[in-house]
């Protein structure tokens, strides 16, 4: 019962899930993260994190997905299918950085 107790949500495509062994912590540095960039002149909204590595790079994700350890450096909750995409140095088909950011 406690695994649906929280909501998980993925950083890179904004899917909701209860499980964590469905998603892969993903540090803030990892330099996979740099296929989640976008250009900011598209962008109608601000889509700061409030992670300045992030935001100095125009590296669009769901602020939801952010795990923040009391004492760590924060990282990302990441879901498996969009950590492959990243994992083969390619922008994951349904992260929010693909133009899926128009639907919001």
């Known amino acids: 019962m406690t695994d ?3 909501n998980l949500m993925c950083a890179s495509c904004g899917c909701i899930d209860h499980h964590v062994d469905k998603f ?4 803030v ?3 996979s993260l ?3 960039h ?8 601000d889509f700061s994190s409030g992670i300045s590595l992030l935001d100095d790079l125009n590296i669009m994700i769901d602020p939801v997905g952010i795990d923040r350890p009391s004492a760590d450096i924060p990282s990302l909750l990441v879901c498996r299918s969009c950590q492959r995409s990243l994992e083969k140095g390619v922008q994951p088909p349904e992260s929010l ?3 899926r950011h ?3």
Not at 24 to 27: A, I, P, R, T
Not at 38 to 45: A, G, L
């Open 24 to 27: 892969e912590k993903v540090s």
């Open 102 to 104: 128009h639907g919001l």
């Open 38 to 45: 976008v250009d900011p002149s598209i962008v109608p909204f």
């Open 4 to 6: 649906f107790t929280k």
């Open 29 to 31: 540095a990892d330099p």
């Open 97 to 99: 950085a693909n133009f």
């Open 34 to 36: 740099h296929h989640l």
